[in-house]
């Protein structure tokens, strides 16, 4: 069962999206979730590397500019990241603000976090809790130019 933790983010999960101790975030995904122009949910995978917390109510997002997250989000401005791992499950609603920002090939994305949902198993439910979050090999290296590229996307001014 989810319950409202309001429109910031709690301050652990700041840290953890703060790209900080980005290197030991590496190799872990999270969903995020735009709309279809039929109002259907659109599900894209993201790594922490392509996230940003600014601070507790901005994100930023960089993802491919011809992707159609990207396309979803610039048409209808809405999305959800879904924080799935056995410390917490988290769905942060947002809201683009501005426009996109093109840096390259990837969309800059700047997302006012509107709600934050903590969802946490109904007592009917007992013990069951997340064993594992979605991880994926090989974990990119920071040094790689594809890497740098989104981490100077994610950090430029503007």
Not at 116 to 133: C, F, K, Q, T, Y
Request: proline share 6%; charged share 25%.
């Amino acid at each position: 069962m989810s319950r409202s933790l309001g429109p910031t983010l709690p301050a652990d999960l700041l840290a953890q999206l703060s790209q900080a101790d980005l290197e030991s975030q590496l190799g872990r995904a999270m969903p995020f979730v735009t709309q279809d122009a039929d109002g259907t949910p659109h599900p894209m995978l993201c790594s922490y590397l392509e996230w940003l917390a600014v601070d507790a109510t901005t994100l930023r997002l960089a993802i491919a500019a011809g992707s159609r997250s990207a396309r979803n989000l610039e048409a209808r401005r809405v999305g959800t990241l879904l924080v799935i791992e056995p410390a917490r499950t988290v769905y942060v609603k947002c809201r683009a603000r501005g426009a996109a920002r093109r840096v390259g090939d990837l969309a800059r994305f700047t997302l006012a976090v509107e709600d934050v949902l903590d969802d946490r198993p109904a007592e009917a439910e007992g013990d069951a809790r997340i064993a594992s979050g979605i991880t994926y090999r090989p974990r990119p290296s920071l040094d790689a130019p594809w890497a740098r590229g989104v981490l100077d996307a994610l950090r430029a001014e503007g």
